[in-house]
């Protein structure tokens, strides 16, 4: 996911709008106060950020990468006005920014490097696995093969779609923190989250129909956060 920071509304449009013609997903905040309450959330993949915000500076947007423990896996585009000192722009580049571009903004350059590091991301979190073929792992009490697709508690398997696994992961790997509704729409769906939760509710039943052929009550386990997300419990607790 891109998330678009600026704090004014036609260029988030028109950003948005190129991202969406190569068939990116993103997230718009018109504030550093919008982007901290995402980052509290999800962490996108770049953030594409205008130098100067209402409530503060690209400096920081940069810090708040940092302080969320996202700088080092984030990239980071800052526009600049085409009067910014070249020291200024060299700053953005010390404090962690991957590129910085001068306005006019060349829509066709920008979105190169918007693609570069699409490209990227995938193949730094490969290098990051140790292996190449995903493991089976633990959910909801029982066992997710991700290469058979299928959810196993004792000699009881039953087969998942494609995403089913991605939603049993994406809950798995947040160790009970909050996966939010741009996550899973993001992740699961490769669309943009726009207020309607009706898929991922009927993925969520569909999961849980299949996690209760096996045995396991899938909603001792994820607790649904009205309006945010999910929330997957590694404990199970009893439902309220």
Do not use: N
């Amino acid at each position: 996911m891109i998330a678009i920071v600026s704090p004014a509304a036609p260029e988030r449009a028109a950003l948005a709008a190129l991202c969406a013609s190569r068939g990116w997903v993103t997230t718009e905040c018109d504030s550093l106060r919008a982007l901290k309450q995402l980052l509290g959330r999800i962490r996108p993949r770049i953030v594409l950020t205008r130098r100067r915000l209402g409530d503060g500076f690209s400096d920081d947007v940069l810090a708040a990468l940092a302080a969320a423990g996202h700088l080092t896996t984030v990239k980071v585009i800052i526009l600049v006005s085409a009067s910014t000192p070249p020291a200024v722009e060299a700053r953005q580049v010390a404090l962690g920014a991957d590129c910085v571009q001068r306005d006019p903004v060349r829509t066709d350059v920008l979105a190169e490097y918007l693609a570069k590091y699409q490209r990227q991301l995938p193949r730094l979190r490969r290098e990051a696995t140790p292996a190449v073929v995903p493991k089976p792992f633990q959910f909801a009490g029982a066992r997710v093969d991700p290469v058979a697709r299928q959810i196993q508690r004792g000699p009881k398997a039953v087969h998942l779609t494609p995403h089913e696994v991605a939603l049993a992961e994406l809950l798995a790997e947040s160790r009970g923190g909050l996966v939010a509704y741009e996550t899973l729409y993001s992740e699961i769906l490769g669309r943009r989250f726009r207020g309607d939760t009706s898929s991922m509710r009927v993925l969520l039943g569909k999961l849980g129909v299949s996690a209760r052929g096996v045995g396991v009550a899938l909603r001792e386990w994820v607790e649904v956060i009205p309006k945010l997300g999910y929330r997957y419990r590694p404990t199970r607790a009893a439902r309220s």
